[in-house]
């Protein structure tokens, strides 16, 4: 689904108004239909058992909030509505939505944060309407001002907490907190999401969001370029190489994976596992031969062999039997449980350059570029996927400083021509032309040491059995992220293991055959 600016959601509600004609109370009056609704539904009782409030602000957000008062009053709840900013700061709209309530015998209250019975009242609400800003905020909410007031209390309610268009403090653009911000249980957002409620502190803020329609004509919806995406079930299936019936094991690919030290044997077992377990037809690993015996021992389905090593990790000399392996296969993965030393480095190097076949670089592949980004940029004609942490992606030059996770990824990948997947909470897939996509599976269980070499291995086999890159690595972080949610299921995120992500993985890709 299409993730959009602040400003392109400013530019659909212009277009809708002026050029088709569109009244904006009747925008409202729909949107304030659907927070309504979603208040609704999170009652723990009949709406005349409960009560709520509704904390505006001074735009038209503050007209929704207001209108799903008054909705919410014709329902049956006892309803209170708070004016946090200046009256005279209305919009025509608002002041439209605030005659419809007085009429219903509800008035607009000016919020007084020193107002003890004002506090009392929604901290013991059922349900609170978070109308203080809408996507527009670009600056941190002040502490020590009424706004700052309104969000601590919305955050201390025992309320089920409805967003309408986005939680207020939550930058639209980038999910980055602006001072401080509300924690909703329910976002009701219109027409689009946007970028900031699927990344960043955002997604964790907005809590289950809810895309409304609210009449924006749909030719200008679909006409509207977007940047970032998120990844759904009908894009995974879409993009999954298709197999043929007359297929053999050559015909679904051959990967070779380059990993593996003394301490770190589950790494490469486990990007190999992953690699079968996603259609691949033939996988080889290679190891240092200290450790081969275990590899030997622990994969079936894979095909281990020994390389030459130095002090339990691979030496420089392994490197023309790397490439000579590399040539006959249709991906490489290179980095798991490789571990970190002046010889590995050198490896590294050597083989980013001279690899002609598409690499996926996880773990300390990634981190032998730290002050060689150069080697990288030398790869532009060939296909290059990093998988970093932001741990890695720091190392790597990347700049996470200014909380936009999002913009960091899509600069780096159009800056070094590789395909980024920024591992976290919403993995981030950003491809050398800007585009960027935003995964939706996945959960805690998924935060534990080898987690990251099962998706190396997805996305090599995936690259193998014939997929773009950017399809190979937002699929494939799709598919890591859904085969962790059934084994959570199962489980629990506490109790689950990255072997179980990979055993869940013919589940995952069967539910989008």
């Not at 201390?156 to 980038?174: H, K, L, M, P, Y």
Request: proline residues 5%; neutral net charge; glycine residues 12%.
């Amino acid at each position: 689904m299409k993730l959009t600016t602040a400003e392109q959601m400013k530019e659909l509600d212009r277009q809708a108004i002026e050029e088709r004609g569109i009244p904006s109370i009747d925008l409202m009056e729909r949107a304030a239909a659907g927070v309504a609704e979603a208040a609704l539904a999170l009652l723990p009782k009949r709406p005349g058992k409960c009560r709520g409030a509704a904390l505006c602000g001074a735009g038209n957000n503050c007209g929704d909030g207001i209108a799903a008062a008054r909705l919410l009053f014709l329902k049956g709840l006892k309803v209170r509505a708070f004016l946090v900013g200046d009256y005279e700061k209305l919009t025509p709209d608002a002041l439209e939505e605030t005659r419809r309530l007085s009429e219903c015998g509800v008035e607009l209250e000016r919020f007084d944060p020193a107002d003890e019975s004002q506090r009392a009242w929604v901290l013991g609400c059922d349900v609170v309407i978070d109308a203080l800003f809408g996507v527009g905020l670009s600056r941190p909410i002040g502490a020590g001002t009424p706004f700052a007031a309104a969000v601590d209390w919305m955050n201390e309610s025992r309320a089920a907490v409805v967003a309408a268009d986005i939680a207020s403090g939550v930058s639209a653009d980038t999910g980055a907190v602006l001072g401080r911000a509300v924690r909703a249980d329910r976002t009701v957002t219109f027409t689009l999401p946007k970028i900031g409620q699927a990344v960043g502190e955002g997604a964790a803020l907005s809590g289950n969001v809810e895309v409304r329609d609210i009449g924006i004509p749909a030719d200008l919806v679909r006409g509207l370029v977007c940047r970032a995406q998120t990844v759904e079930r009908d894009f995974a299936r879409a993009a999954l190489p298709p197999r043929r019936a007359d297929g053999h094991k050559g015909t679904f690919g051959k990967v070779l994976i380059v990993g593996g030290a003394v301490g770190y044997t589950g790494a490469p077992y486990l990007t190999a596992a992953a690699a079968v377990r996603t259609g691949c037809g033939l996988v080889s690993l290679g190891v240092p031969e200290t450790i081969w015996p275990v590899e030997a021992a622990k994969c079936v389905s894979a095909m281990p062999f020994p390389l030459p090593d130095k002090h339990g990790r691979l030496s420089p000399k392994a490197k023309e039997e790397i490439l000579e392996r590399a040539a006959g296969c249709d991906a490489v993965a290179l980095g798991p449980g490789l571990g970190r030393g002046d010889g590995v480095t050198e490896l590294v190097l050597d083989l980013l350059q001279k690899i002609q076949q598409p690499m996926v670089l996880d773990a300390d592949g990634i981190n032998a570029l730290g002050g060689h980004i150069d080697v990288l940029d030398a790869r532009r004609d060939r296909i290059t996927v990093l998988t970093p942490h932001d741990g890695e992606f720091a190392r790597i030059g990347g700049d996470l400083t200014g909380s936009n996770r999002l913009g960091a990824a899509r600069a780096f990948g159009a800056a070094h021509g590789c395909v980024l997947v920024l591992k976290g909470h919403r993995t981030l897939t950003a491809a050398p032309a800007g585009n960027v996509l935003v995964n939706t599976t996945g959960n805690s269980g998924l935060a534990k040491g080898g987690s990251g070499d099962v998706l190396t291995g997805i996305v090599a086999a995936l690259l193998a059995q014939g997929a773009t890159a950017v399809r190979a690595a937002a699929v494939g972080v799709w598919l890591h992220g859904r085969a962790g949610d059934l084994a959570a299921e199962r489980l629990t995120p506490y109790g689950m293991t990255p072997e179980d992500v990979v055993s869940s993985l013919p589940a995952a890709i069967g539910e989008i055959l």
